[in-house]
């Protein structure tokens, strides 16, 4: 069960099933057991995402050390619209949320409409596309915008669009400038806050520490006052820990259950028992970031008596004597004066007899 409030944290199994049902089963199974929220899958027709003959990323050819097309590759990694119905009731009946993004009108209206899908998240690939992501916010439901590869003033134009259909329930608008200068004219309506969040993204697998920019992530949430996350392709876990640290409120990150095995993406992902180390050190650090006021919390109101001091006497003072610093001392515990109020005691003639170290309470 997700809970409200809690950094939301999703297992990009991706197309690390190669093509296979059962093995996709087994990658809800495992996101499930590492306590992540959500597993998400992609959801594709070859013939529609690409031409035939355009060429593998050099990240691809690395990986998959074979001569294909992206056609070619992409091809055997897809799932039909039934497996990913049996996928995604699999998913319902574990308890882990399904997500898949579209990568075209028809998969995003059968994930909305025969899956009833609960969320969306729009790939960096497709920010610039303009009208497919007008529909997704047709929908009128949460949206996740990964912004790999894309300039601040491009993310600004996807969310002017998106902005543009919620207000006015229109896919259709006179022109891009039109867009545009609605979006800076008028204020932003409620709902956008509620329904987008940014993915800040770094479009390499892996990606190069150097290139990720983290900071960057959080002047996406301040540009467009949203809330903000990290799409991590980088190796181990630690920038997606970071990332917790620097308020992320949606961490995303590949997994695969054998780094070794043939496909585009499994090197860069993470495997099980690093998955399950990735959440729980997010849901640690989560729990440690806690509230911004700076206060004791209740377990230290015991810890600060035997830790701080009281001021005693230093030596035996009779009544009557005059209060000095060559008279009186700081000690544990701090069940008594403060030696803070040191100056106010200064100078005070004692009422009654102290034997050295004894509190003083004038």
Same mark, same amino acid.
């Given at each position: 069960?997700?809970?409200?409030? !809690?950094?939301?944290?999703?297992?990009?199994?991706?197309?690390?099933?190669?093509?296979?049902?059962?093995?996709?089963?087994?990658?809800?199974?495992?996101?499930?057991?590492?306590?992540?929220?959500?597993?998400?899958? !992609?959801?594709?027709?070859?013939?529609?995402?690409?031409?035939?003959?355009? &060429?593998?990323?050099?990240?691809?050819?690395?990986?998959?050390?074979?001569?294909?097309?992206?056609?070619?590759?992409?091809?055997?990694?897809?799932?039909?619209?039934?497996?990913?119905?049996?996928?995604?009731?699999?998913?319902?009946?574990?308890?882990?949320?399904?997500?898949?993004?579209?990568?075209?009108?028809?998969?995003?209206?059968?994930?909305?409409?025969?899956?009833?899908?609960?969320?969306?998240?729009?790939?960096?690939?497709?920010?610039?596309?303009?009208?497919?992501?007008?529909?997704?916010?047709?929908?009128?439901?949460?949206?996740?915008?990964?912004?790999?590869?894309?300039?601040?003033?491009?993310?600004?134009?996807?969310?002017?669009?998106?902005?543009?259909?919620?207000?006015?329930?229109?896919?259709?608008?006179? $022109?891009?400038?039109?867009?545009?200068?609605?979006?800076?004219?008028?204020?932003?309506?409620?709902?956008?806050?509620?329904?987008?969040?940014?993915?800040?993204?770094?479009?390499?697998?892996?990606?190069?520490?150097?290139?990720?920019?983290?900071?960057?992530?959080?002047?996406?949430?301040?540009?467009?006052?949203?809330?903000?996350?990290?799409?991590?392709?980088?190796?181990?876990?630690?920038?997606?820990?970071?990332?917790?640290?620097?308020?992320?409120?949606?961490?995303?990150?590949?997994?695969?259950?054998?780094?070794?095995?043939?496909? &585009?993406?499994?090197?860069?992902?993470?495997?099980?028992?690093?998955?399950?180390?990735?959440?729980? $050190?997010?849901?640690?650090?989560?729990?440690?970031?806690?509230?911004?006021?700076?206060?004791?919390?209740?377990?230290?109101?015991?810890?600060?008596?035997?830790?701080?001091?009281?001021?005693?006497?230093?030596?035996?003072?009779? !009544?009557?004597?005059?209060?000095?610093?060559?008279?009186?001392?700081?000690?544990? &515990?701090?069940?008594?004066?403060?030696?803070?109020?040191?100056?106010?005691?200064?100078?005070?003639?004692?009422?009654?007899?102290?034997?050295?170290?004894?509190?003083?309470?004038?």
């Amino acid at each position: 069960m997700i809970v409200k409030n !809690q950094i939301l944290i999703i297992a990009e199994a991706g197309v690390n099933h190669n093509g296979c049902l059962s093995t996709a089963f087994e990658l809800a199974d495992v996101a499930k057991a590492c306590g992540a929220d959500i597993v998400k899958f !992609q959801l594709f027709n070859t013939d529609k995402l690409v031409s035939m003959n355009a &060429p593998l990323a050099k990240y691809q050819r690395k990986n998959l050390k074979q001569d294909l097309s992206q056609h070619e590759m992409l091809k055997s990694l897809e799932l039909t619209y039934d497996e990913h119905l049996e996928l995604s009731n699999y998913c319902n009946s574990i308890g882990i949320e399904y997500l898949s993004t579209a990568f075209d009108e028809d998969c995003l209206e059968f994930l909305d409409k025969e899956i009833n899908q609960k969320r969306f998240k729009i790939p960096s690939g497709e920010i610039t596309n303009g009208l497919f992501l007008a529909k997704h916010a047709m929908l009128s439901k949460p949206l996740i915008l990964s912004t790999g590869m894309a300039t601040l003033s491009e993310v600004e134009m996807a969310i002017a669009i998106i902005t543009y259909v919620l207000k006015t329930g229109n896919l259709h608008a006179d $022109s891009v400038d039109h867009i545009m200068k609605e979006f800076v004219s008028n204020e932003i309506p409620p709902q956008l806050e509620k329904l987008v969040t940014l993915l800040h993204c770094s479009s390499e697998y892996p990606a190069p520490l150097d290139t990720v920019n983290l900071r960057s992530m959080k002047t996406l949430g301040a540009a467009f006052n949203l809330n903000y996350g990290y799409s991590d392709h980088t190796k181990g876990v630690e920038i997606a820990i970071a990332a917790a640290s620097l308020g992320a409120r949606v961490i995303e990150k590949h997994f695969t259950l054998d780094k070794t095995a043939k496909g &585009p993406d499994h090197a860069a992902s993470l495997n099980p028992d690093e998955l399950k180390l990735m959440v729980s $050190s997010i849901r640690n650090v989560e729990n440690a970031l806690g509230s911004s006021v700076k206060r004791p919390s209740f377990s230290e109101l015991d810890t600060a008596k035997l830790a701080r001091k009281s001021l005693v006497a230093a030596t035996d003072i009779k !009544q009557g004597e005059i209060l000095s610093t060559n008279n009186m001392a700081s000690i544990r &515990p701090g069940t008594g004066i403060s030696p803070m109020f040191i100056w106010d005691l200064i100078g005070k003639e004692v009422r009654r007899d102290y034997t050295a170290g004894e509190e003083i309470c004038e």
